[in-house]
C-alpha cells in the first residue's frame, strides 16, 4: 500500500478536525496543506501559532510513521518553531516535511509553511522518539 493511502486511512482526529489534507507522502517527504478558518485564527483574523505548529507536528508524525517498523509507534519529544510571517483567515497554507535525521531512536523533521502565494510564514523543527 502507498504511504499517502495508509496516512489518508488512518487519519488522525486531530488532523480532521483542523482540515489537514496530505497531497504527498513519501519515506523522505511528507506535503499537506490546511485553510485557514475561522475557528482557527487569533485576533486579527489570522492563522494562531498553535495551529501552525499543531499542522506542522501533524506532517512530522505522518514522516515518522512512514519510516517506522512494524510495530512501532512515534511520538513528539521537543518542537520549536519560528513565526516569520501571518497567515490570513480564508487563505491555506501548504507545509514541506523534510528530514534532518532519521534514527533508530529518534527522528528529526523540520517543516517550512508557506502561504498561497509562496511566501515562508513559518519554520518548525521536531523530534519524533521512536516508540
Known amino acids: 500500500m502507498d504511504p499517502l493511502e495508509k496516512l489518508n486511512q488512518e487519519t488522525l482526529p486531530s488532523a480532521q478536525l483542523l482540515g489537514i489534507r496530505l497531497i504527498s507522502a513519501a519515506p523522505d517527504r511528507v506535503v499537506g496543506e490546511m485553510l485557514v478558518r475561522d475557528d482557527l485564527c487569533t485576533r486579527p483574523a489570522v492563522l494562531h501559532g498553535g495551529a501552525m505548529m499543531a499542522f506542522a507536528d501533524t506532517l512530522g508524525a505522518c514522516a515518522t510513521?512512514?519510516?517506522?517498523?512494524?510495530?512501532?509507534?512515534?511520538?513528539?519529544?521537543?518542537?520549536?518553531?519560528?513565526?516569520?510571517?501571518?497567515?490570513?483567515?480564508?487563505?491555506?497554507?501548504?507545509?514541506?516535511c523534510l528530514p534532518l535525521h532519521r534514527g533508530k531512536r529518534t527522528m528529526v523533521w523540520q517543516t517550512r509553511i508557506t502561504s498561497q502565494e509562496g511566501r515562508l510564514i513559518g519554520v518548525v523543527t521536531q523530534t519524533q522518539m521512536v516508540l
Open 65 to 96: 510513521a512512514i519510516n517506522l517498523r512494524d510495530g512501532a509507534g512515534t511520538t513528539t519529544i521537543e518542537s520549536k518553531t519560528n513565526f516569520l510571517a501571518p497567515a490570513p483567515v480564508g487563505t491555506k497554507v501548504s507545509g514541506e
